[in-house]
């Protein structure tokens, strides 16, 4: 039996037991969730009194799964004479299928039990483990149950219902059946998450609504998606399963906000299932050759919300792209500062750089002129509030001190910047990344103001900046006794001197001076970075090194995705195969979905990749990272209104076909081959030619 089976759908899942049940666990977050609250604390079956227990659970499609279950201990499975089935899917609601099958010939009577309750705790309080007892109501009416929360004006509901009729009380419902012979019976069970202002509805509109709301329109949802994408063929069968795993799961954790109605990514499951500022642009970049549309929202969205005004608790600036949007009780009441919270020191030139990739792949110019006065405030934020010192660097310090972020880059864990035998530097803190994202924010803007917005003095001056910036950079971050970039400066500029992935980041914003690439890549794929199956995200041998650590030995596929093609940018394309061919292995471990990170151990040491402790799928950027290695071994580049195609695979991979790649060009075919594969090719054994208006470098 599966310990725990997940399902979603937008920002709402639900997580139960390898039957189908829930029930309350301190390690586990359990139970359906909808916008941060948890909506059904307890969903328990039984049939006659007794537990039930699985035979088979069969994970149809993100948003829907099948128990099939018989009651007793597993020794009496053999002799089992009652059957049941619970279909459970997310759409619009939660519906459950329950259906009882009686295999005897003779009539039978059975009494099936579902206890049911919520204590809508705030999945922030579950992720601290400081979930307080609330006083919830319970009032059964007319055919339903209504569970319900209130404080103040905040009011959160559950209101569950059954297609057959049911015994109702305060603690669930009662079922009380006689089945023929053979014969069998079925219930569809909706459970609505209600929050205030819905649509205007009253509850029976609602309940109507989503328990008509069930699988063909989300199946055709996905289906039009999978349709929409490139189309995938190749030699290689796992990089074909991650990058349909990938397709599928980013399918799953979209949804739309509340506040702006976009369709938004949110980070993943079971802690993050909201937009996040990094995570969003980053998976909007994964993914641009292949479904450049999952931008738009992201932009617009962070556009829309960019701040305006200073506010220590959420820590915002003029200018500043948010970090993180909550929507559960702990932000309304500002018990945390989610609403939304601004602690991050790098979605601010990372939506410039988003903007300006989305616009070289789209061609579309009317939301670059339409975003022009926030993507100018957030190029001013970098000078004028990013750089707290004024040492012409981002760094970062909280000024929210009770619940912000200490470390507000993405290794954001509270000891994954230390200096090389573990002491922690104090702030502000300038790592090397968000100098990179900064350089190439500044480039990335100059482009836009000299060809969109027709402002060459101001497009001359963003480069100046960025030269200005790369020279500095690669005088103060560089250590030249072991030939590489610190992890950040502390507050007296003094460097911190940890070896680390950060540095993959720098060769893709290309400030790393290219004399020195060829070092930084003999460290990425060195022995103490690379494990066989990724890049860690700091060196064996560092002090605070530990290949289960989050952020000091852990993997993260993501940050792998961004070193390859960092170290593409720079001409690196065996040592970037090395990592995609590495990327992909470690997939099948994962059944094709890679996870947000895993074990940093040697790829000698255990044959296999060692799965992260508290691991939970999918995530969006685990999920985009398929397409980004795609884009890295086809060599993937716009270039003004024609797709730049110049493959570089790893021997043993035999071919890439990518068909349809949407850009400003239209839809068009890329092909890569490995050496042995274009050898068989050119001598007339197999291949197939490639097609389209395609641009080789």
């Not at 309350?24 to 604390?41: C, E, H, I, K």
Request: net charge negative; hydrophobic share 40%.
């Amino acid at each position: 039996m599966k310990p725990y089976v997940t399902i979603l759908a937008g920002n709402a899942f639900v997580v139960s037991d390898g039957r189908g049940d829930i029930e309350p666990s301190a390690l586990v977050p359990t139970g359906m969730f909808s916008f941060d609250q948890r909506f059904l604390s307890e969903w328990k079956l039984t049939v006659n009194g007794e537990r039930l227990h699985a035979l088979s659970v069969d994970d149809l499609q993100y948003y829907e799964s099948r128990f099939f279950l018989v009651p007793g201990e597993p020794t009496h499975y053999l002799d089992a004479k009652v059957s049941v089935i619970r279909h459970r899917r997310l759409s619009g609601g939660l519906q459950e299928e329950l259906t009882v099958l009686n295999h005897r010939g003779e009539t039978v009577d059975f009494t099936v039990r579902l206890d049911m309750a919520a204590d809508f705790v705030d999945v922030f309080e579950l992720k601290q483990s400081l979930a307080t007892k609330r006083e919830t109501s319970v009032v059964v009416e007319d055919g339903y149950l209504r569970l319900r929360y209130v404080r103040d004006s905040y009011v959160r509901e559950a209101l569950v219902s059954s297609s057959a009729p049911a015994d109702i009380d305060e603690h669930g419902m009662t079922f009380r059946l006689r089945l023929a012979p053979h014969g069998q019976w079925t219930t569809l069970l909706t459970v609505t998450a209600h929050l205030p202002g819905q649509g205007g509805k009253d509850t029976r509109d609602l309940l109507d609504t989503h328990r008509a709301a069930v699988n063909p329109e989300t199946q055709r949802d996905l289906e039009s998606w999978l349709a929409g994408a490139p189309q995938l063929g190749c030699d290689d069968a796992a990089l074909a399963t991650a990058y349909r795993r990938g397709l599928i799961d980013l399918a799953a954790v979209q949804f739309g906000a509340l506040a702006t109605g976009a369709n938004l990514i949110a980070a993943g499951t079971p802690w993050f299932m909201t937009f996040y500022g990094r995570d969003s642009i980053l998976t909007s970049i994964q993914a641009m050759a292949f479904t450049p549309q999952l931008a738009v929202g992201t932009l617009n969205t962070f556009a829309a919300t960019q701040a305006t005004v200073f506010d220590d608790f959420r820590e915002k600036e003029p200018g500043k792209i948010l970090h993180e949007f909550r929507y559960g009780e702990s932000a309304a009441f500002e018990e945390q500062p989610h609403s939304p919270y601004f602690g991050a020191a790098d979605s601010t030139p990372l939506f410039v750089i988003l903007l300006d990739e989305y616009e070289r792949w789209t061609g579309d110019v009317e939301l670059v002129r339409r975003l022009e006065h926030e993507t100018r405030a957030a190029l001013h934020w970098i000078d004028a509030y990013g750089d707290l010192l004024g040492n012409g660097y981002i760094s970062y310090e909280r000024r929210n001190t009770a619940s912000g972020l200490e470390n507000q880059c993405w290794k954001d864990s509270p000891d994954s910047i230390s200096y090389r035998d573990g002491r922690l530097p104090s702030f502000p803190r300038a790592t090397c990344e968000l100098q990179g994202y900064a350089y190439d924010a500044k480039m990335r803007g100059a482009r836009l103001a000299r060809r969109i917005w027709h402002d060459p003095i101001y497009a001359d001056r963003l480069e100046a900046e960025a030269a200005d910036l790369k020279a500095r950079f690669n005088r103060d971050f560089w250590i030249e006794d072991g030939q590489y970039y610190a992890l950040a400066l502390d507050a007296e500029g003094g460097q911190v001197d940890a070896l680390s992935s950060n540095m993959g980041h720098l060769l893709w914003s290309g400030i790393v001076d290219p004399p020195r690439a060829a070092k930084v890549a003999e460290h990425l794929l060195g022995p103490r970075l690379f494990s066989g199956w990724g890049v860690r995200t700091l060196a064996e041998g560092e002090e605070r090194y530990n290949p289960t650590g989050y952020h000091t030995g852990a993997i993260w596929p993501f940050d792998n995705s961004f070193i390859a093609l960092g170290l593409r940018r720079y001409g690196f394309n065996e040592e970037a195969g090395r990592i995609a061919s590495a990327m992909i292995d470690a997939s099948q471990y994962f059944d094709g979905r890679l996870p947000q990170l895993f074990a940093g151990y040697d790829r000698s040491l255990t044959k296999y990749p060692v799965q992260y402790p508290t691991n939970w799928s999918p995530h969006a950027w685990s999920a985009g990272t398929p397409m980004m290695l795609i884009r890295v071994l086809l060599g993937l580049e716009p270039h003004d209104n024609h797709l730049v195609v110049d493959p570089a695979l790893p021997q043993g991979m035999g071919r890439i076909e990518l068909l349809d790649v949407p850009g400003r060009w239209g839809r068009l075919d890329a092909f890569g081959r490995d050496r042995v594969e274009s050898q068989r090719r050119r001598s007339g054994r197999g291949g197939r030619r490639g097609r389209g208006n395609v641009v080789a470098p």
